[in-house]
């Protein structure tokens, strides 16, 4: 029986799970997205809105505690100071699990996990780099057409 065991082990010893989980939270709230295995990811969840909701703090305590849980300063102080008050109307909710599918080498389930607004953060990436890419193929053609003439 199960009863009482709240968490997944995901196939690791105490201290292997524990770094495991701080280097996947220090980097979903570095990159706002992460695309890891659907255990993982929903391991991940809870931890990372823990941190956000201490970030929504804004305490020294509340920052000594993310410090002691996060592995770089620069993401707790993107956290305290960007992220945490783009949440600050909600409670609770700040990120969503998709599902991809299966992987190719061994059919482990894989999932996206996102915070809520950093979809948009990604589109206007990719929008600018194609604009930019647009305006230097443009460029290139005017220069080749002068050369030409």
Do not use: W
Not at 18 to 31: G, M, Q
Not at 57 to 74: I, K, P
Not at 102 to 126: H, P, Q, W, Y
């Amino acid at each position: 029986m199960r009863h009482r065991n709240a968490h997944r082990k995901l196939s690791r010893n105490t201290s292997h799970r524990r770094a495991l989980l701080r280097n996947l939270v220090t980097d979903f709230l570095d990159h706002g997205r992460l695309m890891t295995t659907l255990p993982k990811a929903k391991e991940v969840r809870p931890l990372a809105e823990k941190m956000i909701t201490l970030g929504k703090r804004d305490s020294l305590h509340a920052r000594r505690q993310v410090q002691a849980y996060l592995l770089r300063e620069a993401i707790v102080q993107k956290l305290f100071d960007t992220i945490a008050p783009r949440f600050a109307d909600r409670n609770g909710g700040y990120s969503r699990i998709i599902k991809l599918g299966n992987r190719r080498g061994d059919g482990a389930d894989l999932a996206i996990i996102e915070l809520l607004g950093s979809e948009l953060e990604v589109k206007k990436a990719e929008r600018a780099e194609k604009a930019k890419e647009k305006e230097a193929k443009t460029e290139e053609k005017k220069k080749k057409e002068e050369e030409e003439e």
